[in-house]
């Protein structure tokens, strides 16, 4: 009988890493060194290779060159192009000065663009009071205009000049008839007193057919001028309420069609009435008929 001679089991290799690989393993594992391996050490390395690239001189140019050419390219592409633009809100005259204000040579890239910078130029016009500028779909810079409307027509020193009723300026005025229903002030310091002459033009709608317009007096008080070369004095506080006095003592006595040149509303207490030369030559005449004069 022949005896089976069993093999030998093999010694199984032991599992544990040797002294060097543990506490290489060990090393790995700290937070430090993994930040290293992963973040610092890929970021010197290109780091480095992108120093080493543009250490040349003509490296460094065509890369320059490239970029430059690529930037181009992008911008100018038709669907980034700005190739008109379109203005609504305000008239022929201030289209025209938004126009050269702005002053752009279409086409051009809308990344060459500072939209906010040309919303300054614009609002920077005496007649805009609000504007806003976007970009359109298909290549148009729209502008939309708030415009300011004309109030009062202010005679100064300059001239003729609209006023909004803010007492900004609007525009110059070349003759008092362009604008004939817009009512007039004068005086020094009177565009800085815009509401109160509105507030005295609206009280006097029953003088209209006969209101010349306001003058504004020592920049404190109004003066309103009336045809025949009549004048009510108002007080520097309160004038509309001194104007509505005088405006029921017409309307009970008619005052205003009386010979009275000035009808003084300075003193509140004590108004005074000043007639004309023939009004008073008369009314001595009628007291020396009546002998008070003697």
Not at 116 to 138: F, M, N, T, Y
Request: glycine share 8%.
């Amino acid at each position: 009988m022949q005896q089976v001679i069993r093999p030998r089991p093999q010694a199984r290799p032991d599992p544990a890493p040797s002294r060097l690989n543990y506490r290489v393993q060990r090393w790995m594992l700290t937070p430090g060194i993994r930040l290293g391996l992963r973040t610092l050490v890929p970021f010197a390395l290109c780091f480095a290779l992108g120093s080493l690239f543009m250490a040349d001189q003509g490296r460094r140019d065509a890369l320059t060159v490239f970029l430059s050419d690529l930037r181009v390219s992008i911008q100018e592409r038709p669907e980034f192009m700005v190739g008109l633009m379109a203005i609504d809100g305000a008239g022929r005259n201030l289209s025209e000065d938004i126009r050269e204000a702005v002053a752009l040579d279409f086409p051009v890239s809308s990344f060459d663009l500072d939209l906010q910078q040309i919303r300054e130029r614009i609002v920077g016009l005496d007649p805009v009071k609000a504007a806003s500028v976007r970009i359109r779909p298909g290549g148009i810079l729209q502008v939309d205009v708030v415009e300011r409307q004309p109030s009062v027509i202010w005679r100064s020193r300059a001239g003729l000049s609209m006023l909004d009723a803010s007492g900004t300026h609007v525009d110059q005025l070349p003759a008092r008839n362009t604008r004939p229903e817009l009512p007039l002030i004068a005086g020094q310091g009177a565009d800085r007193a815009v509401g109160e002459a509105l507030a005295l033009f609206a009280a006097a709608q029953p003088l209209a057919g006969r209101l010349r317009g306001l003058v504004r007096i020592g920049e404190r008080r109004w003066d309103v001028v009336l045809d025949r070369g009549q004048r009510i004095l108002l007080p520097p506080d309160r004038p509309v309420r001194a104007l509505e006095r005088v405006l029921a003592l017409n309307e009970v006595r008619d005052l205003l069609e009386r010979d009275v040149t000035v009808v003084d509303m300075r003193l509140r207490a004590r108004p005074t009435v000043r007639m004309t030369e023939h009004a008073v030559e008369d009314w001595w005449k009628i007291r020396r008929i009546n002998g008070y004069g003697q």
